[in-house]
């Protein structure tokens, strides 16, 4: 076998070992809980941090941002690597507020799999079903974890018909719950029919206890509720209930687990079925339309960028998928967007806000490089055969504010900031004729991205800024043309996104867009 054979088969093999999942789930479901507690399985941390840390108890390491653990909630994406039984887990924790979903959505197009997360009390929130549709668009295969399966809530046969009817996957339960939701007494494996007992670990911080045990002692424990629960089994196995892997892996069926994250039951049962059904690393689309295998020559492309992760550093970080290849820290690779070579020196493995020097990766793998100042979200790298692979999409804007700074000192600044605010994504920057590059408009898909856009110009910049919010709810594509129209009309203003030079007509509501549209045949609007 020539050497190029053999470094091919090699990547095949690495790849193979790769998962690279999603957690996606409404504001509380329990998201970055359960992020924790997958890292605690896999011994990754000593002890799962609760989110407002108690005591010697950390908070959650993949919040690293100060306004996160103040608030108890992920606004940026956050990349986690370790290893579990031979296998990489590359997990990408997202943002669970919805005004983020733009971040959300970036970090979808760079995994295999995702696991969906459901309060067992509130079933299927909006925020879910939002992420879920971007996860069907792109046929991204997900498992289904009932959570906060220790507190009150709805029917295990109910959430199973909500899932089923609302958003037209079909359940496949693999665990079954032996208790109501309240009173979680373990789970009943149902391809092996074994049922394993759960308790708490005292303190919650550490692994669950658990104890196999017979259907006879069950039986005679937890009578009643294990009764109901092997009734409800049965009537399972009577509608077919049972798990396809090729309906999974098409993204017509999803396997569900039920369990608490907070208290780690049921996650060593999600964590080992992730490594057994989850797909690896497989050839992804490019622009020119075909699929780059896995083991072809080097590629990626940037996801996510993220700066002052490092504030002693001040750094910038490009996240980047490992599509095909082996990366080797220190390569040169081409930038497919204007073919100049890039080097990757400073190559990183990032866990949380933590982060060590990495020397390989493979499909599958998030790598950060920093100091990647020329790299923009969306950006694709290779090495050997060319390849460009799709743009990332962005979220239409709907809502708008003008930014400024009374800090005439502090300018060259506020103008770093916001340059740096707009490549991550943070928010998109607009530049409006009537108010000038000092005073430019910040679009945004919810109002919190506004709030995170402030805090992190005064506290990594050093720079106040004051915030003027415009009444426009609507933005659509225009051209030249266009804005002159639309200079003739009303409460309409047109203003150019800076990070493409794109036209962008602004409304107060589609109303007004409609009307405007109307009166003007001959128009571009595209939505």
């Known amino acids: 076998m020539s050497q190029n054979a053999l470094a091919s088969s090699g990547v095949a093999v690495q790849a193979g070992r790769r998962r690279t999942f999603a957690v996606i789930s409404h504001p509380d479901a329990g998201k970055s809980t359960m992020t924790e507690a997958l890292a605690l399985h896999a011994r990754v941390i000593g002890q799962a941090g609760a989110v407002h840390g108690k005591g010697d108890r950390k908070g959650v390491v993949s919040d690293w941002m100060a306004m996160e653990q103040q608030r108890g909630i992920s606004i940026t994406s956050a990349a986690l690597q370790f290893s579990y039984r031979d ?31 459901l309060d067992a009390a509130k079933g299927l929130e909006p925020q879910t079903l939002k992420l879920f549709e971007v996860c069907r668009q792109r046929s991204i295969p997900v498992m289904t974890f009932i959570n906060k399966w220790d507190r009150p809530g709805h029917d295990a046969l109910a959430l199973m018909d909500e899932i089923e009817q609302r958003i037209g996957l079909k359940p496949a339960p693999l665990t079954w719950p032996v208790g109501i939701a309240g009173q979680f007494h373990g789970v009943i494996d149902r391809r092996t029919g074994v049922f394993t007992r759960m308790q708490r670990s005292p303190g919650g911080a550490d692994l669950a206890i658990e104890e196999e045990m017979s259907a006879e002692e069950a039986a005679e424990r937890y009578g009643a509720d294990w009764v109901t629960a092997n009734e409800e089994l049965e009537l399972l196995a009577m509608t077919e209930a049972d798990y396809d892997e090729k309906e999974f892996l098409a993204a017509k069926s999803t396997p569900v687990l039920f369990g608490a994250a907070v208290a780690n039951l ?32 080097f590629s990626g492309f940037v996801f996510k960028m993220q700066a002052n992760m490092n504030r002693t550093h001040r750094d910038q970080v490009a996240f980047v998928r490992v599509c095909s290849g082996r990366f080797e820290r220190g390569m040169i690779v081409t930038h497919a967007g204007t073919g100049r070579p890039f080097t990757t020196k400073y190559a990183q493995q990032i866990f949380g806000q933590g982060r060590d020097t990495i020397d390989e990766a493979y499909p599958g793998d998030v790598i950060g490089l920093v100091n990647a100042t020329a790299l923009g979200i969306g950006d694709t790298l290779y090495a050997g055969d060319p390849v460009q692979y ?28 916001i340059e740096q605010l707009d490549g991550e994504g943070v928010v998109q920057v607009l530049r409006s004729e009537q108010r000038g590059d000092q005073s430019p408009v910040l679009a945004a898909v919810g109002p919190m991205q506004f709030e995170v856009a402030t805090y992190r110009l005064e506290t990594e910049f050093g720079v106040k800024v004051q915030l003027n919010h415009l009444p426009y709810e609507v933005a659509a594509r225009t051209d030249a043309a266009g804005r002159e129209i639309l200079r003739t009309e009303s409460n309409v203003e047109v203003m150019t996104r800076v990070r493409d030079d794109t036209l962008l007509a602004l409304f107060p509501h589609k109303w007004r867009m409609r009307t405007v549209a109307g009166r003007h045949p001959e128009l571009r609007l595209d939505e």
Do not use: C, W
Request: no cysteine; aromatic share 6%; charged share 20%.
């Open 390 to 417: 799709p743009p990332l999409p962005s979220f239409p804007p709907e809502h708008f504010a003008v930014v400024s700074t009374s800090d005439t000192s502090a300018f060259k600044r506020f103008r770093r900031g």
């Open 266 to 297: 049921g996650v060593r049962q999600l964590l080992n079925l992730l490594l057994e059904l989850a797909p690896p690393p497989s050839a992804r689309p490019t622009v020119a339309g075909t699929d780059r295998p896995v083991d072809s020559s």
């Open 87 to 117: 296998t990489v887990i590359n997990l990408l924790d997202t943002p669970g507020h919805a005004d983020f979903s733009e971040d959300t959505y970036r970090v979808l197009t760079a995994v295999d799999s995702a696991v969906m997360l």
